[in-house]
């Protein structure tokens, strides 16, 4: 029972916590105007020109936090109140953003990692549920240990993805605080407010990626329940 309580009650109880974080940062921080006006879109356009990036398109989607870069369309997507908002929340996600896709020119190893390993990620995170359930249902004895095996390695791909996806988004904050001081875009003592955006926001990474370690050892520690067994 202590061991089910800290490898996932604990996990999800972190999960929950980022999350509301993240919500409670941004909310503070997008109301935060930022002294120069300047918009998310053109903060990311401002950004990707400093380093040379100039094929990737920026464009508006609906929802609240659903920015992302995707590389393989060479398409930088702000949400609504990002890619108009001049909040020290909206400048610091475009930003962030926008070190993606500098990441994605300068052939950010891990970027290049990352993306070899989205399929893969896929096709696990649409079957690691439904094995290990299986599994369950059959007992990790009989042949329910093999179901159980093939939803560890699912689980043991994702956890992978999540780990590289770690370094990649703390190098794209990295890249974001940098290039907005220097292109005078936020000032000096605006930046606690963009710092507790992204850094909240980066913790919901680590949150996912400690939640999926602590669902594969819990499997784990199944399996190897079953093999003493018999």
């Given at each position: 029972?202590l ?20 919500s ?5 921080n997008?109301q935060i105007?930022?002294?120069g006006?300047?918009?998310?879109r053109?903060?990311a356009?401002?950004?990707m ?14 929802g609240?936090l659903?920015d ?6 060479k ?7 990002n ?5 020290l929340a909206?400048l610091?996600?475009?930003?962030h ?15 290049t ?11 696990a ?12 249902v059959?007992?990790?004895?009989a ?5 159980l095996m093939l939803?560890?390695v699912a689980l ?33 003592d605006e ?5 507790e955006?992204?850094?909240?926001a980066?913790l919901?990474?680590?949150a ?11 499997i784990l520690?199944l399996?190897?329940?079953g093999r003493r067994?018999?």
């Amino acid at each position: 029972m202590l061991i089910w309580f800290v490898l996932i009650i604990i996990p999800l109880l972190f999960g929950l916590y980022a999350q509301m974080r993240v919500s409670s940062a941004y909310n503070r921080n997008v109301q935060i105007p930022s002294r120069g006006r300047i918009t998310g879109r053109e903060a990311a356009a401002a950004v990707m020109e400093s380093a040379g990036v100039h094929d990737v398109e920026i464009v508006r989607v609906e929802g609240q936090l659903t920015d992302h870069y995707d590389p393989t369309h060479k398409r930088l997507a702000l949400s609504e109140h990002n890619y108009d908002g001049t909040s020290l929340a909206a400048l610091g996600v475009a930003a962030h953003e926008a070190g993606h896709a500098i990441q994605h020119k300068v052939g950010y190893s891990m970027m290049t990692l990352r993306q070899t390993l989205v399929p893969a990620t896929q096709i696990a995170s649409g079957a690691s549920q439904f094995l290990i359930i299986l599994g369950i249902v059959l007992g990790a004895q009989a042949a329910g240990g093999i179901f159980l095996m093939l939803g560890a390695v699912a689980l043991a791909t994702i956890c992978l993805f999540q780990l590289i996806t770690l370094p990649v988004e703390f190098d794209a904050t990295a890249r974001a605080k940098a290039q907005l001081v220097d292109l005078g875009i936020v000032g000096r003592d605006e930046m606690p407010g963009v710092s507790e955006t992204l850094d909240a926001a980066a913790l919901t990474y680590v949150a996912a990626f400690v939640a999926s370690l602590g669902s594969l050892l819990h499997i784990l520690m199944l399996l190897m329940g079953g093999r003493r067994d018999d």
